[in-house]
């Protein structure tokens, strides 16, 4: 038995994946690619978790320790993390995970709210919670973990 076309439109499929001992996932759609821990060149003033750029096919790309923008306990990287490749807008951004799950397929309507006890950090960076039978999932607004890029300063 298939599924009405408009039900399966509803699908939205999500990349899972750990981060600081929590599970997380986004949206499949924001996904470019996804490669093992490469160090990152530090960048001067930077973030504390902005851990540098790497050369990604020839572009220079952030990398940010998902984690510690989460607000949690920040990654010490090692070869077992991974670094997914995110399309935002025009920016190619890489974030640290400890390691990616699956890709799972949900409807929007098993999205459940997040808690209004959350920190405004944590409200401003996880859209919703699946519950599934072994674990729940923060759902993240990719686009919210970056921080907002600062004016250029004039030269004078």
């Known amino acids: 038995m298939t599924e009405p076309a ?15 001992a ?14 093992g821990w490469t160090p990152a060149t530090l960048l001067p003033h930077a973030p504390p978790f902005v851990l540098g750029v790497i050369n990604l096919h020839g572009a220079v790309v952030p990398v940010v320790d998902l984690a510690a923008r989460l ?18 807008g025009a920016q190619t951004v890489g974030f640290l995970v400890t390691a990616v799950s699956d890709i799972i397929g949900m409807r929007p309507s098993q999205v459940q709210p ?4 959350t920190s405004a950090a944590a ?12 674990r729940m999932l923060r759902v993240i607004d990719i686009q919210k973990v970056l921080p907002k890029t600062a004016e250029p300063a004039e030269a004078g």
């Open 123 to 134: 409200g401003a960076f996880v859209e919703g919670v699946i519950v599934t039978e072994d």
């Open 6 to 20: 408009t039900a399966k439109s509803e699908l939205r499929e999500l990349l899972t994946f750990r981060a600081g």
């Open 71 to 88: 607000g949690l306990p920040p990654a010490e990287p090692d070869a077992r993390h991974v670094i997914v490749i995110a399309v935002i």
């Open 22 to 35: 929590q599970d997380f996932c986004i949206d499949i759609m924001m996904v470019r690619e996804i490669r």
């Open 114 to 117: 997040t808690p209004d006890v």
